[in-house]
């Protein structure tokens, strides 16, 4: 079994910085790709960034491309993403979702995850 916990979600306003993180414990495995996704109030759930265990690959969703950067410290299992000039479209609740079994890509679609974090909230103000 393996545990997600998100944490660094806030309300800020536009242009402002945040940062989030996700701490894996339990039978992660020695290879694993981790990802950032967020439901938006109304809107169905959609990626945002993944990373590998290793940081050998990462992805971004075009939407956040520039502004967003996740980065892995696998030495304490911790995702992390950072959010600079965030925008109002940004307000959802963001998941961290986490794969055992490492495959070519980074996968983009929810179903592809076996583990889910609890969520944690941001809002961007204009």
């Known amino acids: 079994q393996v545990l997600l916990v998100e944490s660094g979600g806030g309300l800020v306003q536009a242009g402002d910085s945040l940062r989030l993180s996700c701490v894996a414990s339990?039978?992660?495995?020695?290879?694993?790709?981790m990802a950032w996704f967020r439901r938006a109030p109304g809107k169905e759930r959609e990626f945002v960034a993944g990373t590998t265990w290793n940081s050998g690959r990462m992805y971004y969703t075009d939407a956040v491309k520039g502004r967003f950067t996740i980065s892995m410290d696998n030495t304490k299992n911790e995702m992390l993403l950072q959010m600079n000039s965030l925008k109002p479209e940004d307000t959802a609740v963001y998941y961290c979702?986490?794969?055992?079994?490492?495959?070519?890509?980074?996968?983009?679609?929810?179903?592809?995850?076996?583990?889910w974090g609890q969520g944690t909230q941001v809002t961007v103000s204009s």
């Open positions: 339990g039978r992660t495995g020695s290879t694993y790709t």
């Open positions: 979702a986490l794969r055992r079994q490492l495959i070519v890509s980074i996968p983009i679609q929810s179903n592809e995850y076996e583990y």
